[in-house]
Nanobody, 115 residues
Framework: QVQLVESGGGLVQPGGALRLSCAAS????????MGWYRQAPGKERELVATITSRGNTNYADSVKDRFTISRDNAKNTVYLQMASLKPEDTAVYYC?????????WGKGTLVTVSS
């Protein structure tokens, strides 16, 4: 069983930056693929970025060169550094864990990009 708790969301102006954090429970964090998804109002949940246990990363085209996913296995935490934020980045951001046997999701943190 893995529990995921996101933090770091909030209101930011266009062009600004935020860092999201996701703290995971359990002792096997370092073995799992982790990721961030987001869901904007009226839209389906979509992939933002993933990071493998070895640190290989993958990004949605819409966030490439603006967002950076990273992980600290010693802290059981995955991060999403977001820069050059746009109004279309407004969404609830969910932490995701591919726990091999099953997938886990956090409850989400709201990011609002608005002036």
């Amino acid at each position: 069983q893995v529990q995921l708790v996101e933090s770091g969301g909030g209101l930011v102006q266009p062009g600004g930056a935020l860092r999201l954090s996701c703290a995971a429970s359990g002792s096997m964090f370092s073995r799992y693929l982790m990721g961030w998804y987001r869901q904007a109002p009226g839209k389906e949940r979509e992939l933002v970025a993933t990071i493998t246990s070895r640190g290989n990363t993958n990004y949605a085209d819409s966030v490439k060169d603006r967002f950076t996913i990273s992980r600290d296995n010693a802290k059981n935490t995955v991060y999403l550094q977001m820069a050059s934020l746009k109004p279309e980045d407004t969404a609830v951001y969910y932490c995701y864990c591919n726990g091999i046997v099953r997938n886990y999701w956090g409850k989400g943190t709201l990011v609002t990009v608005s002036s």
